[in-house]
């Protein structure tokens, strides 16, 4: 799904606000949750997941073609969890059959 999917969706469920009103909030929405983030904050969403930063660090890599070792930096990486309730929605299906 793009973040344009989601807009038209999110319009032709909530009565009352236009596309570009829902555009401005999910835009909002996003902008939050990016500088949570980059603040080194957690972003719980009950029933949904978790999102996190994590740090990575440097280690030492092999290039596959030349097989040289190359220093890879430290760095900061998004970690998500997902919740139970959407763990177990998307599952149900398998558990079904």
């Known amino acids: 799904m793009t973040k344009s999917v989601l807009i038209e969706k999110v ?3 909530v009565e009352g606000l236009t ?5 401005t909030i ?17 972003i719980e ?3 949904f997941g978790n999102f996190r930063i994590k ?6 890599a092999r290039n596959p073609r030349t ?4 220093e890879v930096p430290a760095k900061k990486v998004l970690h998500f ?17």
């Open 11 to 13: 319009t032709e469920k």
């Open 81 to 97: 969890k997902l919740g139970k309730p959407f763990h177990d929605s998307l599952n149900a299906e398998t558990v079904e059959k």
């Open 19 to 23: 596309k570009k009103q829902v555009e």
């Open 55 to 60: 740090q990575r660090n440097a280690k030492m």
């Open 45 to 47: 969403i009950r029933g």
């Open 26 to 42: 999910v835009n909002t929405i996003f902008d939050g949750m990016k500088d949570a983030l980059a603040r080194g904050e957690k």
């Open 67 to 70: 097989g040289e070792k190359v």
